[in-house]
C-alpha cells in the first residue's frame, strides 16, 4: 500500500458525508490534506435528525428538532482543518430512497462543480450503515454524471472496511490527537471528555470517554490507520441521455 500523501498532493478534496459527524471517520487522510495545504470542503447530505444517540446531551429533543448537530459539525470540522462544510436536510435513514438517491446525485455533483473538487472521499465498503452505503454510491454516480455532461474528471477515494486497498492514511498521534478534539464537538453523539469522568475510559492522552462511545468509536479507524481505494471517472464516449448518465462511462 502507498501513503496517502502522494495521492492527495494538488488536489481539492471533497468529503461525501450521510451524517454531521461522519468527516471523524476520514480524520487521518483529512490531517494529511491539511499538512499539504490541501483544502478540503464538505457536504452532508442529512441533519442527522434520527441518529442521535447520546440522550444525555441537554435538552435532547429541542437540540435535535432545531438541527444543531449541524453547528456541532461546523466546529467539529473547524477543528479538523475542513476549509467549508455545506449540508443539505435529506431524511436521514432515507438516502437510499430513489428519489432521494437521485437528489443527492444531482447536489453533490453541483457542489463540486462550484467548489471546483477533483477528488471525493467517500465511506465506500463501510456498510455498517445505509445511508453511509447510499452516499458513497451518491458521490460515484456524481462523478460520472459529471465526467458525462461537464468533462470533468473525478476520482473517488473509498474507504475499505477490510483494511485492503491502494492507499493508508496512517493514524498518528497528531491525527488522533485532532479527531479526538473534534468528536469532542459532537455532543449528542459522544461522551467524551479532556476530563477523567467517574466510569469512563481514557482513550488517548489528554481524552476519556464513556464506554458508549468507546464501542461506538472503536467500530471505524480513528485510533489506526485507514486504508482507500479509488475509482477513477473518465468520459468513455459521448452520451446525451441525462436521465442515466453513468452510461458510456469508464470505471477503472
Not at 438541527?67 to 462544510?85: D, T
Not at 498521534?173 to 477523567?196: C, D, G, K, N, W
Amino acid at each position: 500500500m502507498n501513503h496517502i500523501e502522494q495521492f492527495l498532493r494538488h488536489r481539492h478534496v471533497g468529503i461525501v458525508d450521510a451524517h454531521p459527524d461522519d468527516h471523524l471517520i476520514h480524520g487521518h487522510a483529512i490531517t494529511t490534506a491539511v499538512q499539504l495545504d490541501v483544502p478540503v470542503s464538505e457536504l452532508t447530505l442529512t441533519y442527522g435528525r434520527e441518529s442521535t444517540i447520546n440522550f444525555r446531551a441537554p435538552t435532547e429533543e429541542e437540540f435535535v428538532r432545531q438541527g444543531k448537530r449541524i453547528h456541532e459539525g461546523e466546529r467539529a470540522a473547524g477543528v479538523l482543518g475542513i476549509i467549508n462544510s455545506q449540508h443539505i436536510d435529506l431524511p436521514d435513514g432515507g438516502l437510499s430512497n430513489a428519489i432521494n438517491a437521485s437528489l443527492s446525485t444531482y447536489a453533490i455533483a453541483n457542489w463540486a462543480q462550484q467548489q471546483g473538487i477533483d477528488t471525493f472521499i467517500t465511506l465506500g465498503t463501510l456498510g455498517d450503515h445505509d445511508d453511509h452505503t447510499a452516499s458513497a454510491r451518491a458521490a460515484q454516480r456524481a462523478a460520472a454524471l459529471l465526467a458525462v455532461q461537464e468533462n470533468i474528471g473525478i476520482e473517488v477515494l473509498e474507504l475499505q472496511a477490510d483494511g485492503k486497498g491502494e492507499w493508508v492514511a496512517p493514524a498518528s498521534p497528531e491525527s488522533t490527537h485532532r479527531i479526538y478534539s473534534a468528536a469532542a464537538m459532537h455532543v449528542s453523539q459522544f461522551m467524551l471528555s479532556r476530563t477523567v469522568q467517574p466510569g469512563w475510559q481514557r482513550i488517548a492522552p489528554g481524552f476519556s470517554a464513556h464506554p458508549h462511545t468507546v464501542k461506538g468509536l472503536s467500530q471505524y479507524p480513528i485510533a489506526r490507520h485507514a486504508v482507500y481505494s479509488v475509482t477513477r471517472f473518465t468520459l468513455a464516449t459521448h452520451h446525451t441521455d441525462t436521465e442515466r448518465p453513468a452510461y458510456g462511462i469508464l470505471m477503472k
